[in-house]
T-cell receptor, first 120, second 112 residues
Framework: DAGITQSPRHKVTETGTPVTLRCHQT?????MYWYRQDPGHGLRLIHY???????DKGEVSDGYSVSRSKTEDFLLTLESATSSQTSVYFC???????????????????FGPGTRLTVL | KQEVTQIPAALSVPEGENLVLNCSFT??????LQWFRQDPGKGLTSLLL?????REQTSGRLNASLDKSSGRSTLYIAASQPGDSATYLC???????????FGTGTLLAVQP
């Protein structure tokens, strides 16, 4: 299994409080991703990173920010948590990307164990 | 916008049966397709990745095929076992990004 850990694994917080989730990898992979998983919506990409200090938005980025100061760590921050952000959050990593001419690379993604967040 | 659909949403089979899970996508311009399994309360485990230039991939009792022109992939599980019970997810990467677009999954139950 890929060396991916997430912390905390469970968290209960109140509306309006800031929350930071951490993803740590030991694989030295370049790409890191944050997803959320909700019943009826499946998995949706929040933000991703393609290198240290290089990040971009995903499908559901409103209300979230990310930071990546080291290759191994990718932080997801909810500046002011809302009940709609109650979810299970997954971090993923991958090594290669699509080549510049658009040909497919490997890009197999590996997932962490998840963080269950409840916002009351 | 790429949409990924998995049918059926749930499937129950007796142990030993061969089975097929289906995944369809609306935009055939994909680069990769990846199959995962997810056990209750757990993360996703990557099963197989098929690149756009490939037609199929095999790993043990699993075989995944890809038909880009028809927008379909199938995951074939041979000689199913109770330990295969899980939710199976497919995901595609389309366009010049690394972003996975997921289907909503098929919940498989293999009865002993």
């Amino acid at each position: 299994d890929a060396g991916i850990t997430q912390s905390p694994r469970h968290k209960v917080t109140e509306t309006g409080t800031p929350v930071t989730l951490r993803c740590h990898q030991t694989e030295n992979h370049r790409y890191m991703y944050w997803y959320r998983q909700d019943p009826g919506h499946g998995l949706r990409l929040i933000h991703y990173s393609y290198g240290v200090k290089d990040t971009d938005k995903g499908e559901v980025s409103d209300g979230y920010s990310v930071s990546r100061s080291k290759t191994e760590d990718f932080l997801l921050t909810l500046e002011s948590a809302t009940s709609s952000q109650t979810s299970v959050y997954f971090c993923a990593i991958s090594e290669s990307s699509l080549s510049r001419n658009g040909l497919a690379g490997d890009n197999e993604q590996f997932f962490g164990p998840g963080t269950r967040l409840t916002v009351l | 916008k790429q949409e990924v659909t998995q049918i059926p949403a749930a499937l129950s089979v007796p142990e030993g049966e061969n089975l097929v899970l289906n995944c369809s996508f609306t935009d055939s311009a994909i680069y990769n397709l990846q199959w995962f399994r997810q056990d209750p309360g757990k993360g996703l485990t990557s099963l197989l990745l098929i690149q756009s230039s490939q037609r199929e991939q095999t790993s043990g009792r699993l075989n995944a095929s890809l038909d880009k022109s028809s927008g379909r992939s199938t995951l074939y599980i041979a000689a199913s076992q109770p330990g295969d019970s899980a939710t199976y997810l497919c995901a595609v990467i389309g366009g010049a990004t690394n972003k996975l677009i997921f289907g909503t999954g098929t919940l498989l139950a293999v009865q002993p």
